[in-house]
């Protein structure tokens, strides 16, 4: 039997400080109309999809950057893509800067089914950078300064005839986001992403290093949880600061099956089996018969190394 879920990975090319949110969802629906055409019925944003990556700014005073957030969601500016993707009957995730009722800030993606149902958002919890201007760095990436650590853990919605989970960006790096889906049986994992080309911190690190470590990160976590990995690219120059490209899928043994190449707008799709999850599951990462959960205190109870003496 085959559950089959046709994705389209909608990378997307530079965003300029400049650009108008209507450029940008003009550019979305162009990818969605794309994706349509291919046959998809889920379309994947990247992180911080509707803005420039704005924490490479400093702001002195943090609400300057409020700008650059959704005080609700949906909202006019998106609306026409939510209307869209319920009229293709397309499912939906895109990442966007959340401000609360309360006025927290969180990096947010939201998940929407293919009858426009918002199923439900997930909020960053890796966030990586700094909090104050570091002037030792190449360039700033003050993910600590504007958004808090999200809230909501990392959770599995049964929808679209699967079990589907979401994280961001630096998420894709730890293992345990994965793991924590795969605990809920994770049949595909969505993260968008923004990666800067160069390290801040050591500028000698070329760009085929920091490729090989995010395809790296994306194929043990799809293999070891026996889950599809999509992850989408904001990639290209923006404002002069250089966004790398790795749109890909990876399948649940963890080969990566598609990859799109280039940093401009574009759309890789490809048709996702949800049951070619079920032998991994089953077998070698058949959790309930192979875990010694016993003896992994220090995962959740220890937050830094401590080496013995
Ligand atoms: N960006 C980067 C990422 O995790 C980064 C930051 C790059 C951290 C490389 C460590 C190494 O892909 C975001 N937005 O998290």
Known sequence: ?????????????????????????????????????MGANLIIYPELALTTFF??????????????????????DVQP??????????????????ITPEGRHFNTSILVDDLGRTVGIYRKIH???????????THQHLEKRYFEPGDLGFPVWRTMGGLFGMCICNDRRWPETYREMGLQGVEMVMLGFNTPSVNSQRASEAIEERMFHHRLSLQAGAYQNATWVVAVAKAGMEDGHHLMGGTLIVDPDGHI??????????????ACDLDATRFGKQTIFDF??????????RITSQV??????
Request: proline share 6%; glycine share 8%; aromatic share 8%.
């Open 257 to 270: 099956v598609a990859e799109l190449p280039g940093e401009d707008d574009g759309v890789l799709v490809h």
């Open 127 to 137: 966030l990586p950078g700094h909090v104050e201007h570091d002037p030792q760095r």
């Open 304 to 309: 830094g190394t401590i080496e013995p003496a």
């Open 55 to 76: 924490p490479r700014w400093y702001f002195a005073d943090r609400a300057e950057a409020d700008l650059w957030f959704e005080r609700s969601m949906p909202n006019s």
């Open 1 to 37: 039997m085959a559950r089959i879920i046709t994705v389209a990975a909608a990378q997307m090319g530079p965003i300029q400080r400049s650009d108008s949110k209507a450029s940008v969802v003009a550019r979305m629906l162009a990818l969605m109309e794309k994706a349509h055409g």
């Open 288 to 297: 309930k018969r192979h875990r010694r959960i016993e003896h992994y205190g």
């Open 81 to 98: 893509l939510f209307d869209r993707a319920r009229a293709l009957q397309m499912g939906m995730s895109f990442g966007y800067g959340e």
